[in-house]
């Protein structure tokens, strides 16, 4: 079974300062790997995907992220990081062979950036 | 704004009532997805549809839960005789079947259910 964790619950970073929010994951096959942040009463918005290829993957706002197959992780980071960066942020995971089209979501990351 | 749609946003009811909420797709995907996220967790998920098509159900879906896309467009979630433990934020995601799976999922806003 494909499962996806998240071990902090909440990350704090000075305003400028570069963060790193873990996730790390399980699955049969090869994985594809997902960010998404959340805002207060908001949907889901998409970050950044990692599916094949460069295992460092740039996505939306600065963001990016480290695909690493032996430690089974995919670390989301930003060199500097913006009071506006405050939010929820979700890692999400879908492999295996068998519900192709599922995602896994973990239980997510508050973050917290102070000025 | 051509994103995903979900009326209502908020929804009071008492325990017992029945419930539907409704989702509206980006025009041009074919795949919709019903969450039900509850505070402090990630989604879970709940159903995919490809076009009209009900392809998946997660065991959470009891039988008291229904969902539809008859036209392979907008669809609906129905939760009856609800119970308060169906107290969450339900969320309708979509995407383009693109090449294999890895096109990523694109939220509404999600519709608040709260049990009295």
């Known amino acids: ?115 | 704004d051509t994103g995903v749609s979900q009326n209502p946003r908020h929804k009071i009811t008492k325990r017992g009532q029945n419930v539907t909420f409704r989702c509206d797709p980006i025009s041009e995907h074919n795949r919709l997805y019903w969450y039900r996220q509850t505070l402090g967790q990630g989604p879970e998920f709940l159903t995919y549809f490809q076009n009209e098509a009900q392809l998946e159900k997660s065991r959470l879906l009891s039988d008291r839960f229904s969902a539809e896309r008859p036209k392979g467009s907008f669809s609906t979630l129905e939760i009856q005789r609800t119970e308060q433990g169906d107290s969450a934020m339900y969320l309708c995601a979509s995407s383009s079947a693109g090449t294999g799976d890895n096109q990523p999922q694109h939220f509404g806003d999600g519709t608040r259910l709260s049990i009295l």
């Not at chain 1, 996806?4 to 704090?12: I, L, T």
């Not at chain 1, 873990?22 to 949907?43: A, D, E, H, I, M």
């Open chain 1, 1 to 115: 079974a494909q499962s996806v964790a998240q071990p902090e619950d909440q990350v704090n970073v000075a305003e400028g300062n570069p963060l790193t929010v873990k996730c790390t994951y399980s699955v049969s096959g090869n994985p594809y790997l997902f960010w998404y942040v959340q805002y207060p009463n908001r949907g889901l918005q998409f970050l950044l995907k990692y599916i094949t290829g460069d295992n460092l993957v740039k996505g939306s706002y600065g963001f990016e992220a480290e695909f690493n197959k032996s430690q089974t992780s995919f670390h989301l980071k930003k060199p500097s990081a913006l009071v506006s960066d405050s939010a929820l942020y979700f890692c999400a995971v879908r492999g295996g062979y068998s519900s192709a089209s599922k995602i896994i979501f973990g239980s997510g990351t508050r973050l917290s950036i102070r000025p």
